[in-house]
């Protein structure tokens, strides 16, 4: 059973900073490319960044470009979000995914609220 847990999340004025964590209980974590997602009240969820299992590759939405950073670390089964400059439109629940074939398993979430 895969399980997704993310940790690190809660209430930051803006201009501050908080590093997300997810730690995926899965075999050959290596192998696989993870996504931190964010859903904001209203909106969709949207892509906020993705890495690739050996961490050379990144993708990043352009609104978090320059502010935020993913990274893992493959003997931890564990993937990071530092989110720097932290804006009051980065309020949301963050997710981390990982997609194993067309299944796609998803944590439970972590609450981010950017508020003075």
């Known amino acids: 059973q895969v399980q997704l847990v993310e940790s690190g999340g809660g209430l930051v004025r803006p201009g501050g900073s908080l590093r997300l964590s997810c730690t995926i209980s899965i075999t050959r974590f290596r192998t696989y490319n993870v996504g931190w997602y964010r859903q904001a009240p209203g909106k969709q969820r949207e892509l906020v960044a993705a890495i690739g299992g050996s961490g050379g590759y990144t993708n990043y939405a352009q609104s978090v470009k320059d502010r935020f950073t993913i990274s893992r670390d493959n003997t931890k089964n564990t993937v990071y979000l530092q989110m720097n400059n932290l804006k009051p439109e980065d309020t949301a629940i963050y997710y981390c995914?990982?997609?194993?074939?067309?299944?796609?398993?998803w944590g439970q979430g972590t609450q981010v609220t950017v508020s003075s």
């Open positions: 995914n990982v997609a194993l074939g067309p299944i796609y398993y």
